[in-house]
């Protein structure tokens, strides 16, 4: 199973905390983003009967499965606004639910090989950058840039990990920063936002005492950082 994009903001999108709107001309450039890094499968029968395939005629079996429908449905190209049954190209482009292009694009990112799987995450980041719409793709999972999704989803979950892994230090200051920024102190905010990042990485280094610009030098030295975020 995977955790894709309308299962972990389930509530967020049910509130309208976060709503998902795509032009039908990033739909465009997306079908063509997903026909770029297809690739060509040769797979085999239990019998062994061996056939050829490709990871975008796979798709819609592996979204059918993760959303637990029979058949994949989009408006008509003809116009109208009851969704009916659809190919996968209709779905991408007409797509009745918009959420659930983020999930196909999950799954394509999640099947493809690991040597495509960045070039395709730079690829829709490009795209909605160039169209200034407020998602971003990291380690194949898409979030909105906005404070709703923060809210939602990484700062609950930061709390949760941080309670987890017992960095009380980090989870000390981070919940200071939490009732600053509440109390409209963006000043102490920032300061102890700060000061919980560099107690996250003084744990995961195991280093007791370093300056600001010692820390991040040794974080990154340490090779622990994932390649895409070179030159963020």
Request: hydrophobic share 35%; net charge negative.
């Amino acid at each position: 199973m995977a955790w894709t994009f309308s299962k972990r903001c389930k509530q967020a999108l049910k509130d309208n905390k976060i709503i998902v709107s795509m032009p039908l001309s990033v739909r465009v450039r997306l079908w063509k983003a997903l026909q770029n890094f297809d690739e060509i499968l040769y797979r085999s029968t239990e019998a062994g009967f061996n056939y050829q395939t490709s990871y975008l005629e796979e798709l819609p079996e592996r979204i059918k499965a993760e959303l637990g429908c029979r058949k994949l449905y989009a408006y008509p190209e003809t116009g109208g606004d009851k969704p009916v049954p659809s190919n996968l190209e209709g779905f991408i482009l007409r797509g009745n639910y918009p959420p659930f292009l983020f999930d196909a694009l999950e799954l394509f990112y999640e099947d493809i090989n690991e040597e495509n799987k960045n070039p395709f995450q730079h690829r829709f980041n490009e795209i909605k950058e160039e169209d200034n719409l407020p998602w971003r793709m990291a380690d194949g999972k898409i979030f909105p840039v906005n404070s709703a999704y923060i809210e939602e989803s990484i700062l609950r979950k930061t709390y949760s990990l941080l309670h987890e892994v017992k960095f009380q230090g980090a989870l000390n200051e981070f919940e200071k920063a939490r009732a600053d920024l509440s109390n409209g102190d963006f000043e102490g905010a920032i300061q102890n936002a700060n000061l919980a990042l560099e107690s996250v990485i003084k744990e995961i280094l195991e280093v007791s005492k370093a300056k600001p610009g010692e820390l991040f030098r040794k974080l990154i030295d340490s090779k622990l950082i994932p390649e895409y975020y070179d030159g963020f």
